[in-house]
């Protein structure tokens, strides 16, 4: 190999380096930004009116910002299940909406009208098990998760009702300042009894997890 195509290959890992660098202290610095206003906003975590998977009375909770459209979302779903399972009495999942992308508003206010129901998980898995069929970012088909969601069990002609109601709009509109607030900007985005993830991944939740439970051990 020539002496030129080495200066440019060591040329090459020389910015891929300082980039990764970069990367890397920008990721933290909003990290540490978004420590230091979730810990000044600590009320808007959780609200009255989020969904609760788990044990109400387990001290370890996951706050889970949430996108029914979000292919990331769909695919977190059944790692945090699992960790819920791992520790069946200590953790709890705390649902908040993060509608992101088009339509997402509308299959919200689908989950909260299941709820109403008696049948959020059943309509929830429902509805990430055919997210590919109506989850376009560009042209969602929102009648395919209604669809979907009558194939579940829920009474879809009540379900539309209760979507118009207006405290469908005012849970919607609260989990949105909520999340503007907390500077949350994708999804999923995971707290951990308020404690954000080191970098994203599952394996970083799962030992944040481990870390909130053992403390309740020592």
Same mark, same amino acid.
């Given at each position: 190999m020539s002496a030129k195509k080495l200066t440019v290959i060591g040329l090459v890992a020389v910015v891929a380096l300082f980039f990764y660098l970069g990367m890397s202290a920008y990721q933290k610095r909003v990290q540490i930004a978004q420590d230091v206003q979730v810990k000044a906003e600590?009320?808007?975590? &959780?609200?009255?009116?989020?969904p609760v998977f788990g044990p109400q009375a387990g001290q370890v909770t996951i706050v889970? +910002?949430?996108?029914?459209?979000c292919e990331t979302c769909r695919a977190f779903y059944p790692i945090v299940k699992s960790l819920m399972a791992q520790y069946p009495s200590d953790v709890k999942l705390v649902i908040r909406y993060a509608p992101f992308h088009q339509g997402s508003d509308v299959v919200v206010k689908l989950l909260e009208a299941a709820r109403s129901q008696g049948k959020y998980q059943t309509v929830l898995e429902a509805v990430l098990a055919a997210q590919p069929a109506w989850a376009d970012h560009g042209q969602p088909n929102i009648e395919t998760a209604f669809k979907v969601a009558e194939q579940a069990g829920l009474d879809l002609t009540q379900a539309r009702q209760d979507m118009e109601k207006p405290g469908m709009q005012a849970l919607l509109q609260q989990d949105i300042e909520d999340l503007t607030a907390l500077q949350v900007t994708k999804t999923?985005? +995971? +707290? &951990?009894?308020?404690?954000?993830?080191?970098?994203f991944g599952p394996d970083q939740l799962a030992?944040? &997890?481990?870390?909130?439970v053992g403390k309740l051990k020592r």
């Open positions: 600590q009320t808007r975590l &959780v609200r009255m009116h989020s889970e +910002f949430f996108d029914p459209a999923p985005t +995971f +707290f &951990v009894n308020g404690r954000s993830l080191p970098s030992a944040l &997890v481990a870390d909130e």
